[in-house]
Antibody, heavy 121, light 107 residues
Framework: EVQLLESGGGLVQPGGSLRLSCAAS????????MSWVRQAPGKGLEWVSS????????YYADSAKGRFTISRDNSKNILYLQRSGLRVEDTAVYYC??????????????WGKGTTVIVSS | DIQMTQSPSSLSASVGDRVTITCRAS??????LAWYQQKPGKVPNLLIY???TLQSGVPSRFSGSGSGTDFTLTISSLQPEDVATYYC?????????FGPGTKVEIK
């Protein structure tokens, strides 16, 4: 069974940093691109970042550029999102999602349960 | 960047009704369009990709159509378990923009 399990969420002060992790199982991790999608309280889905299967290509939403870094460890089947300079508006549930292809510009066919990040003083 | 819009933003229909949701892209995206269903308090779930291909396990009452800039998601006979917010997403290129969502309720 394909599974994605996020961790690393929590309460952080504005300007702080946090690293999210997503442990993948049930599929050949390196064969698929992965994405982070977030959802602020009561709001819609917002794509944050994607990374190709090899990790050689990364893409970011304008809201994440310069503050977030996506990476992956294909030897451990783990996806990461390193976030710095956190703002109150970064408060959201962060979902890890598997894309349906190796290139990082595809639809998402499997989603994790999400991890909640609250940015507040 | 290409913008995605959806209409209506919400709707209320009776069980058994035919429901149609529209998604529009500000520029042509061929058929690189996916639809997701998010039930209250749950994780998003892929319904349709390539504008009209039903994901495995999705009930056949869901269907999608369209190409270019205009797309539709149709529920042929609305069921109580279809109460959810539905999002379209373009994936012809990054950014992988989602539409704002359409909330579907039972009348």
């Amino acid at each position: 069974e394909v599974q994605l399990l996020e961790s690393g969420g929590g309460l952080v002060q504005p300007g702080g940093s946090l690293r999210l992790s997503c442990a993948a199982s049930g599929f050949t991790f390196s064969n698929y691109a992965m994405s982070w999608v977030r959802q602020a309280p009561g709001k819609g889905l917002e794509w944050v970042s994607s990374i190709s299967g090899t990790g050689g290509s990364t893409y970011y939403a304008d809201s994440a550029k310069g503050r977030f870094t996506i990476s992956r460890d294909n030897s451990k089947n783990i996806l990461y999102l390193q976030r710095s300079g956190l703002r109150v508006e970064d408060t959201a549930v962060y979902y890890c999602a598997k894309e349906a292809a190796a290139a990082a510009d595809y639809y998402m066919d499997v989603w994790g349960k999400g991890t909640t990040v609250i940015v507040s003083s | 960047d290409i913008q995605m819009t959806q209409s209506p933003s919400s709707l209320s229909a009776s069980v058994g009704d035919r429901v149609t949701i529209t998604c529009r892209a500000s520029q042509g995206i061929s058929n690189y369009l996916a639809w997701y269903q998010q039930k209250p308090g749950k994780v998003p779930n892929l319904l349709i990709y390539a504008a009209s291909t039903l994901q495995s396990g999705v009930p056949s009452r869901f269907s999608g159509s369209g190409s270019g800039t205009d797309f539709t998601l149709t529920i042929s006979s609305l069921q109580p378990e279809d109460v959810a917010t539905y999002y379209c997403q373009k994936y012809n290129s990054v950014p992988l923009t989602f539409g704002p969502g359409t909330k579907v309720e039972i009348k």
